[in-house]
């Protein structure tokens, strides 16, 4: 099994920056990905940013240029630094771990921390 921690939301100004980071436990055999996705209220899940196991990253529309995801070494860990926060980024933001084993995608996902912007 695998569990994901998040930490790093909180309150934060229109025009902030805030470092989400994700720290996984358990096993990670057969690791294909990691990455954010959010959920604001009233609104379907939706992807933040990713990189995979061969170093592809996958950003929103909405985040690219602002939002720059990293990993470390080990795949223990996954950050997103976010830049220029506005209010439309207010969401629940979820760390997400993906495996892939015979043609099968198996996601993992951690409780969410909430981010709000807001002056």
């Known amino acids: 099994q695998v569990q994901l921690v998040e930490s790093g939301g909180g309150l934060v100004q229109p025009g902030g920056s805030l470092t989400l980071s994700c720290a996984a436990s358990g096993s990670i055999l057969n690791i294909y990905s990691m990455g954010w996705y959010r959920q604001a209220p009233g609104k379907q899940r939706e992807l933040v940013a990713t990189?995979?196991?061969?170093?592809?990253?996958d950003y929103a529309d909405s985040v690219k240029g602002r939002f720059t995801i990293s990993r470390d070494s080990a795949w223990r860990t996954v950050s997103v630094r976010m830049n220029g926060l506005t209010p439309e980024d207010t969401a629940v933001y979820y760390c997400n771990l993906a495996k892939r084993a015979y043609g099968t995608v198996y996601n993992y996902w951690g409780q969410g921390t909430q981010v709000t912007v807001s002056s």
């Open positions: 990189i995979t196991t061969g170093g592809t990253t």
